[in-house]
């Protein structure tokens, strides 16, 4: 009987409460086990003097009502009654000399401005526009409705016809990066601009077109409230479902008895046991420390190498008295002369603001953020030194300066400054080298992505991985599929159907 079952999940990040609210909508006991003294994990925003910085959520795949994604929304009550803000535009890039690329959601819209700012480069928009309209009706969470374990010839071939529309779209942008659709502009402006547009170059174009077809639709919004009150309706619906976390309970060691998990020993020694154990936390510490390395084969061993790409970045948070909501709520500058933050040279700088969301700051004021790709091992290396908090000052001056050029006066207005290093998120949230997204999303990594990893590690039984390690690029929603994926993946095991049930009907903002 599943109702005697004991489910011990490592992780209160969205993983870790999804594979929670399912093993307790499935019948199942469960406990979650989480190293901070909130749930979220990288889902998630603090706060300085009023202002909210978020570190999370630009944008939500599955805040539209009845798009792909929205259903595993409504079974962990994330959205209920949570309004939704849905941009028309991703962000804009501005050159050097004034000359912007608005990147419109809007195909046709999109087409339009780009064609005016290059009409040589006219095929090439219409193909970048065409991929957009396509992608609308592209429902990536079908290829997690199901783990592929479990799937049978009747569903490989609803899924193959389902997909067939996008078999050669997918095959074209998939494995072609930003950065190389960028190289092929005529327009020297576009060729700089393009590979930045969708925020890393290497990022496949799949994802990128996808990204804006689902803001075009309503299915990629800002849930009102951010990243933490998002999180803190999932954890509600967990605890509503009848689930049990414990905060500040760092997982040290995963019990093993005949090759077979059973229970979990925290730092201080408690001990937990259970009849599974699912690892929502970082990939690296799950199998090399807490598992000691025992269940790692080939393909594992070359996965966690070092050549698989992760992005660890600087966020630099403002809280400042001015009022930002004419600007754009993300405008990517484009430089001449690079600038050189802790040895690094940073040749563009983003700048994003909350303005559209006034819950995170005081009226009339704005939180304005600036993230920029740094390397881990530079930080970790001075971590503890004061040389530390010096390059962090230094890291916020400079952008400060920067600031100061776009927007005259904003030195004076800046009231908060926090400055989160590749350490903070380490420290924080465990993951490898302060990794943003797990593996990141490239055009090398992309196959990973639509294939997901496998969930379960050679010769352990009874031990599973949900999150943004077994789900290549991260993100929210595959997160929350991958915890879903792993209790189907049990009650297969136990031989049980599986069952969801809803929270509340979504309501979003038209
Ligand atoms: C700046 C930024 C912007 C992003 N933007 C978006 C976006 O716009 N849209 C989107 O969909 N996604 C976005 N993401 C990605 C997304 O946040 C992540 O991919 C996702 O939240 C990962 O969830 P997870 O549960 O797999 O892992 P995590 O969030 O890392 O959760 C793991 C949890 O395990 C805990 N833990 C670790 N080790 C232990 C241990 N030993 N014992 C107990 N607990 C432990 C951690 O504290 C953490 O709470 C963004 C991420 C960042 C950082």
Not at 301 to 323: A, H, K
Request: charged fraction near 20%; aromatic fraction near 10%.
């Amino acid at each position: 009987m599943a109702e005697d079952k004991k489910i011990l999940i490592i992780g209160a990040g969205i993983a870790g409460m999804a594979t929670g609210c399912f093993a307790q909508m499935n019948g199942y006991q469960s406990e979650i086990f989480e190293l901070h003294d909130l749930p979220g994990g990288l889902c998630t925003a603090w706060e300085r003097q009023g202002y909210w910085f978020d570190g999370c959520i630009h944008y939500l795949f599955g805040s539209g009502a009845n798009q792909p994604f929205n259903q595993v929304w409504q079974e962990l009550g994330a959205l209920v009654n949570r309004p939704i803000i849905n941009h028309d535009t991703f962000m804009e890039v501005i050159g050097a000399d004034g000359r912007t690329l608005t990147l419109y959601a809007d195909p046709d819209r999109l087409q339009d401005h780009l064609t005016e700012l290059s009409p040589r480069d006219a095929d090439l928009i219409e193909d970048l526009c065409d991929g957009v309209r396509l992608f609308m009706n592209f429902d990536m969470s079908a290829l997690q409705q199901k783990p592929k374990e479990l799937m049978t010839m009747p569903d490989w071939r609803a899924m193959g016809q389902q997909m067939l529309p996008y078999t050669l779209p997918l095959a074209k942008w998939g494995p072609l990066s930003a950065a190389e659709f960028g190289s092929q502009f005529s327009d020297p402006f576009l060729r700089r601009a393009v590979p930045q547009m969708f925020a890393w170059p290497e990022i496949p174009m799949m994802a990128g077109l996808s990204l804006l077809a689902y803001m075009h639709t309503h299915n990629a919004g800002f849930p009102a409230g951010g990243s933490l009150e998002f999180v803190r309706a999932i954890e509600q619906r967990y605890l509503a479902l009848g689930g049990t976390i414990h905060y500040k309970a760092q997982v040290e060691k995963v019990l093993v008895e005949d090759d077979t998990a059973v229970g979990v020993r925290l730092y201080d020694d408690r001990e937990f046991l259970g009849d599974f154990v699912v690892s929502c936390a970082d990939g690296h510490s799950t199998i090399f420390e807490m598992l000691d390395g025992h269940y790692v084969d080939r393909p594992l061993e070359r996965t966690y190498d070092g050549r698989m790409p992760i992005l660890s970045q600087l966020q630099i948070s403002l809280g400042v008295n001015r009022d930002m909501s004419g600007e754009p709520h993300w405008a990517l500058y484009l430089l001449d002369e690079p600038l050189h933050i802790t040895g690094q040279s940073y040749d563009c700088i983003g700048v994003k603001h909350y303005c559209f969301d006034p819950s995170l700051t005081p009226p009339g004021k704005s939180a304005v953020v600036i993230m920029l790709r740094t390397d881990y091992h530079y930080w970790q290396r001075i971590y503890g030194r004061k040389l530390y908090d010096t390059e962090q000052r230094q890291a916020a001056d400079i952008c400060i300066d920067f600031l100061e050029k776009k927007y005259p006066g904003i030195r004076q207005q800046i009231e908060v400054k926090d400055v989160a290093t590749p350490v903070s998120y380490e420290r924080y949230t465990g993951n490898h080298l302060g990794s943003t997204c797990g593996w990141l999303l490239t055009d090398k990594t992309m196959m990973k992505m639509i294939q997901g990893m496998k969930k379960q590690l050679p010769g352990l039984n009874n031990f599973y991985m949900a999150g943004q390690w077994v789900e290549p690029g991260g993100s929210v929603p595959l997160v929350a599929m991958s915890g879903r994926n792993v209790v189907q993946l049990i009650c297969d095991k136990d031989e049980r159907p599986f069952h969801t049930t809803t929270a509340q009907p979504a309501t979003a903002l038209p």
